[in-house]
């Protein structure tokens, strides 16, 4: 069901700031930055290879991700996996008795459909499952 790693999503204070190392030091290429959750979060995606680094950013602190960094700083939020169907996955998860944090995708502002597994049921690690919308 999985199909391959689309993107690492990495937890920042301020992307303009880490752009300066992912761009600027590390010499990737920034494919787009996008709002999205209605303006609370900003991600930028830097392709690399078959995959992304995907910056997040927040503007509520009381958000996950606030949380998140307010807890353990910046550093590496989820990875995220592509699937051909997320309700068949999403539906075998359960059946394996795995913790969903979304019981229905979510669809983001490029019509993408998206889903979180609880990182309880998945040895400590936010996972991201992503459906491209047919073309
Ligand atoms: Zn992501």
């Known amino acids: ?6 993107h690492i999503g990495i937890a920042v204070q301020n992307i303009d700031d880490a752009l300066k190392f992912f761009e600027s ?7 787009h930055v996008a709002s999205e959750e209605g303006g ?10 078959g995959s992304e680094v ?4 927040t503007h509520d602190a009381e ?3 606030g949380k998140f960094l307010a807890k353990r700083g910046e550093g590496i939020h989820h990875i995220c996996f592509e699937v051909d169907d997320i309700q068949a996955a999403m539906a075998q998860l359960k059946e394996n008795g ?3 944090i979304d019981e229905t995708p979510r669809v983001n502002a490029s019509g993408m459909q998206y889903a979180f597994i609880h990182p309880k ?4 690690v936010l996972i991201e ?6 073309p």
């Open 1 to 6: 069901m999985i199909k391959r790693l689309d």
């Open 25 to 31: 030091a590390l010499g990737m290429k920034l494919d």
């Open 40 to 49: 609370k979060t900003d991600v930028a995606f830097l392709p690399v290879g």
């Open 54 to 57: 995907e910056l997040v950013q």
């Open 63 to 65: 958000s996950g991700l």
């Open 98 to 100: 795995a913790q969903l």
């Open 121 to 124: 049921s998945a040895h400590g």
């Open 129 to 134: 499952l992503y459906q491209k919308p047919n």
